[in-house]
C-alpha cells in the first residue's frame, strides 16, 4: 500500500518561515492535500490538489508538489499556526485514502 | 452553513458492536461522498471507509475490512458506520468527513467526532 512519510517535528521562530515535507513514491503523479489540527479540535483543510487555498486560509500557506517530495510552506510564521499538519491523498490503485503520519509545528 | 454532527460513541466491550451516525446539513447530501477518518488517543490520522453519495460505492481500510459497514440513507441526510466484532485498537475518536465533490478527495468539512473505547 501507498506511505507517505512526514517528519514528526518541525520547529521554527515566529516570522520565519516552516516548511512540511511530506514523502512518497511518485507523489508528483498524485494530488496531495493538508488539514491542520489543533488540540482538542477537528482537521481544518488548508492546502488541496498540491497547492489551493480554501477560502479564510491566510495566503502564507502555501503548497507544492514535485517528485517524490509534497512541501507545505508557512511564510511569517505566527504563534497561532502551531498545530499538527497532516498530508493525505487518494491512492487509486487500492482505492485508499492515505494519510502521513503528522508533523507537530513547534512555534518557538 | 455545512454541519456534520456524530453520534452513538461510547464504551463496549472487545468483540461487541456499536453503529456511529453522522447527521449533515447545509448541503444536498447525495452530491457528496462521505467517509470515517478516525484518531485513536494521541496519535494520529487514520481512514476507516468512504461511501460514494448514492451509496452504491464503498471502501475500506484493510484494518476494518469485513468488521465494519458503511452506510447513508440520503432521504435522512445521514450516514452511519456499523461497527462489529470491535477491538481495542479500535478505540478512537471517530469523525464524519466530507468531500466537495462525489469524489474522494480531500476533506472540506469534519465533524467534532465521538469518542469510541473498546475495552472489558
Known amino acids: 500500500s501507498y506511505v507517505l512519510t512526514q517528519p514528526p517535528s518541525v520547529s521554527v521562530a515566529p516570522g520565519q518561515t516552516a516548511r512540511i515535507t511530506c514523502g512518497g513514491n511518485?507523489?508528483?503523479?498524485?494530488?496531495v492535500h493538508w488539514s491542520q489540527q489543533k488540540p482538542g479540535q477537528a482537521p481544518v483543510v488548508v492546502i488541496y490538489?498540491?497547492?489551493d487555498r480554501p477560502s479564510g486560509i491566510p495566503e502564507r500557506f502555501s503548497g507544492s508538489n514535485s517528485g517524490n517530495t509534497a512541501t507545505l510552506t508557512i511564510s511569517r510564521v505566527e504563534a497561532g499556526d502551531e498545530a499538527d499538519y497532516y498530508c493525505?491523498?487518494?491512492?487509486?490503485?487500492?482505492?485508499?485514502?492515505?494519510f502521513g503520519g503528522g508533523t507537530k509545528l513547534t512555534v518557538l | 452553513e455545512v454541519q456534520l454532527s456524530e453520534s452513538g460513541g461510547g464504551l463496549v466491550q472487545p468483540g461487541g458492536s456499536l453503529r456511529l451516525s453522522c447527521a449533515a446539513s447545509?448541503?444536498?447530501?447525495?452530491?457528496?461522498?462521505m467517509s470515517w477518518v478516525r484518531q485513536a488517543p494521541g496519535k494520529g490520522l487514520e481512514w476507516v471507509s468512504s461511501?460514494?453519495?448514492?451509496?452504491?460505492?464503498?471502501y475500506y481500510a484493510d484494518s476494518v475490512k469485513g468488521r465494519f459497514t458503511i452506510s447513508r440513507d440520503n432521504s435522512k441526510n445521514t450516514l452511519y458506520l456499523q461497527m462489529n466484532s470491535l477491538r481495542a485498537g479500535d478505540t478512537a475518536v471517530y469523525y464524519c468527513?466530507?468531500?466537495?465533490?462525489?469524489?474522494?478527495?480531500?476533506?472540506?468539512?469534519w465533524g467534532q467526532g465521538t469518542l469510541v473505547t473498546v475495552s472489558s
Open positions: 490538489f498540491d497547492s
Open positions: 511518485n507523489i508528483e503523479s498524485k494530488s
Open positions: 461511501i460514494s453519495g448514492s451509496g452504491g460505492n464503498t
Open positions: 493525505q491523498v487518494w491512492d487509486s490503485s487500492s482505492d485508499h485514502v492515505v
Open positions: 468527513a466530507k468531500n466537495p465533490s462525489d469524489t474522494i478527495n480531500y476533506f472540506d468539512y
Open positions: 447545509g448541503l444536498t447530501f447525495s452530491s457528496h461522498a
